[in-house]
Structures are given as structure tokens and as C-alpha cells.
């Protein structure tokens, strides 16, 4: 077991690598415990919950609404939660982006942590204190920073996942190794049938050196006013696929990159080599990425959060494990987009 802090100046959060239930135990409060979870966590791994008044939502993205985070607080209040009591989100992303939200919002914020439960949220989702749930097709456009103050990642959990859902988490580690550590990178590509057998070994030193990155960037930038935006490589495109095509969010990103990355050379930040051992290293993960852009691509980037004035600010790559963050108008960012489907037309008619 490891143990990753990250100090804000808006808040604290221990991440602890590795561990079980019973390392955090001791941080639980003896009573005002409210659990949230979604049906499939609790019908797993209900047995190993503390005791607490627990409160599910339905599995997968649709639950990521103002209406559930709604529903929460008010079944929080009917249950006699106070500004005292600790919400402790058990599940995975989804789980973690809902009950961070309702955790900061009720009675204007009470304490929460998380116990994260899938690749995906181990790797990313429930570190670094971002919360949020959609509005229609509009990921995450309602949220807020809330660190949680612990959040115990058990990669032994990762062994019920079902396939896509590791698949998915496989896009965000491989995003880490992208955008920070070339040998992480490198690691991942090469121990990709000891991540697909959920070897808990392979799996923590992988998911423990990803989050060091992001915790090192969330603790230079919590609040995302620039070096954080790293983190969103492969994510502007990813979230239009993700949304279009109802696809797990990792999977989304995985092809978001390959696309951020083919702008990358376009744009001659990158050479070509680079963006094929990107596209070599998703091909071999076994994640179907072949995805095409929809027709209104633009017109939905333009109303994403990273979309500002008729341009969005957009992570490039220099090479695997460089980023580069580049400001680009939107009409330049469509001139991009009909090249690459000219480009992708041309190799599927081949
Ligand atoms: N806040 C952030 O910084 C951040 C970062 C990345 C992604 N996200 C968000 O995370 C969400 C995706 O998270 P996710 O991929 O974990 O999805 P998820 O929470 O929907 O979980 C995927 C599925 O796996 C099930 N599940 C969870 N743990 C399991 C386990 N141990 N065994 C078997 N099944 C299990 C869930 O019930 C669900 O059906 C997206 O909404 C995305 O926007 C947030």
C-alpha cells in the first residue's frame, strides 16, 4: 500500500493506493455516515460497506444529472443528514462525479471521500477533487472542486469489472503515460495481457505512477485555470464520441487522442512516428476506436467548457509523454476536421 497526498489551498485529499476496507476504518466517522452507490457496486461488494444509511442510484452515465443529484440531497435530508454528517461515494466515476457534487452542494458542503471502484475512477475520476454531472449531451457542464478527503483505491476490485469497462479505464492510464511519462507509457503497452488478467501487482504499480502525475498537476493547479488542462488531452473530441455514440467515457478518450494526436502532426507539432505508436499502442489494447466524427463536430465543440470566443484551447503532443497546450480558432479546428475524415475515407477505401 501507498499513500499520494495532494495539499490545496482548497483542500486536502490522502489517496491511498492499494489498500482495503479495513484502512479506512479509522476514518470513517462512529455514526452520520451516509453511503452512495450504484445498484451493481452494492450488489458486489454491498457485504464489505461500513455501516452506513446507503443511498443508490442506477448504474452508467444517465445518472450523472441535476435531477439524481436532486433526488440524493433530498433523501439525504429526509434521512436526517446534517452539516456534520460524512458521505462516503463507493462506486466509480459516475458514482464519484454525483456524490462529490451532492457532497459539496448539501447544506453548502459536507465531508466525503470516496472509495473508488473502477479502473477508470482509480486512475482518474475520483482524484483531484473534479465533480459534475451533464446537462443533456453536455458532459460535466455542472459541477464543482471539492477535494475528497480520502480516497482508498482497492485494485483487487478491478477483478469483476466486465471488459469494456477495464477497456475504458485502459484509455485513461494509457492518457496518463501520453501526456506525462514516456516509460509509463511504454509499461502499459507492454503489460497489457498482465492488465486484461487484472494482475493486482501490475495494476497498482501502473494506476499508483498515473496518479502521481495527475496529482502532481492537480496540486500545481487545482482549480484548472491552466496547467491542469493537460489532463483533458483526447477529451475534447472524446466527449463529442462519448455523448454521440453512448460509448464508455476511457474508450471515448482513447480515440479523442489518436484524433488530438493526428492534430498534432497536422499542425507540425509532432512527428508521425509518435502519432502511429499512439495508434499502435490503443489498436493493441483491443479497444474499438474506429469511431467518425459527427457532421456537427464543430458546432458541439464550440459549446464545451474548453471552448472560449470562437476558439478552444486544445492539448497537443510534442512526442509521448509531452504536451503542448495550443489555442485554436474553431474555424481552423474545421479545416482540421475535413482533412481527417478526407484522410480516414481514403484508407477505409483501400
Ligand atoms: N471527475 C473527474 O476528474 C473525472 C475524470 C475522468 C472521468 N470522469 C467521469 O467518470 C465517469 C466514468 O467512470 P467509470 O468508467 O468508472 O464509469 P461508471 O461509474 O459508470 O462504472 C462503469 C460500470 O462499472 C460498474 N462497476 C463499478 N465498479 C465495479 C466493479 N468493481 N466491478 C464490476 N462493476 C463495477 C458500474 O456499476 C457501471 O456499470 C464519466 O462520467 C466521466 O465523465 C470524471
Excluded at 443508490?56 to 444517465?62: L, Q, R, S, V
Excluded at 457534487?101 to 486512475?123: D, E, P
Excluded at 449531451?137 to 464543482?144: H, L, S, V
Excluded at 489555442?327 to 474545421?334: A, D, N, S, T
Amino acid at each position: 500500500m501507498q499513500s499520494i497526498k495532494i495539499n490545496t489551498a482548497e483542500g486536502a485529499s490522502l489517496l491511498i493506493m492499494g489498500g482495503t476496507i479495513d484502512d479506512i476504518r479509522d476514518k470513517l466517522p462512529a455514526s452520520g455516515l451516509f453511503l452512495i452507490t450504484d445498484t451493481n457496486v452494492k450488489r458486489l461488494y454491498g457485504s464489505v460497506f461500513p455501516p452506513a444509511t446507503v443511498l443508490e442510484i442506477e448504474p452508467g452515465e444517465k445518472s450523472k444529472t441535476l435531477e439524481v443529484a436532486g433526488d440524493l440531497c433530498r433523501q439525504l435530508l429526509e434521512a436526517g443528514a446534517d452539516r456534520s454528517s460524512f458521505i462516503l461515494g463507493f462506486g466509480g466515476g459516475v458514482v464519484c462525479d454525483v456524490a462529490g457534487m451532492v457532497a459539496s452542494i448539501y447544506m453548502r458542503g459536507v465531508r466525503h471521500a470516496f472509495v473508488s471502484t473502477t479502473l477508470l475512477s482509480q486512475v482518474d475520476a475520483s482524484i483531484g477533487g473534479k465533480t459534475g454531472v451533464n446537462l443533456g449531451t453536455f458532459k460535466n457542464i455542472i459541477g464543482t472542486f471539492s477535494q475528497p478527503e480520502f480516497v482508498l483505491c482497492d485494485h483487487r476490485m478491478i477483478a469483476t469489472l466486465p471488459e469494456e469497462e477495464l477497456q475504458s479505464g485502459i484509455g485513461e492510464l494509457v492518457k496518463h503515460g501520453a501526456i506525462g511519462d514516456r516509460n509509463l507509457f511504454f509499461d502499459i503497452t507492454a503489460s497489457m495481457g498482465r492488465i486484461y488478467d487484472r494482475d493486482p501487482v501490475v495494476l497498482g504499480d501502473l494506476i499508483t505512477r498515473a496518479v502521481k502525475i495527475k496529482a502532481a498537476v492537480v496540486r500545481r493547479d487545482p482549480l484548472e485555470k491552466g496547467p491542469r488542462r493537460v489532463l483533458n488531452f483526447g477529451h475534447t473530441f472524446g466527449h463529442v464520441l462519448e455523448t454521440f455514440y453512448m460509448i464508455p467515457h476511457g474508450v471515448a478518450v482513447a480515440r479523442g487522442m489518436i484524433i488530438a494526436a493526428g492534430l498534432s502532426v497536422w499542425k507540425g507539432e509532432m512527428p508521425y512516428s509518435e502519432l502511429r505508436m499512439l495508434e499502435v499502442a490503443i489498436a493493441e489494447s483491443g479497444m474499438e476506436s474506429d469511431y467518425d466524427l459527427p457532421a456537427d463536430v464543430i458546432n458541439l465543440i464550440s459549446r464545451d467548457k474548453k471552448s472560449e470566443k470562437g476558439s478552444v484551447n486544445f492539448v497537443l503532443l510534442r512526442s509521448v509523454g509531452k504536451t503542448i497546450i495550443r489555442r485554436i480558432p474553431l474555424k481552423e479546428l474545421g479545416a482540421f476536421v475535413d482533412y481527417y475524415r478526407e484522410r480516414r475515407d481514403r484508407s477505409q477505401s483501400v
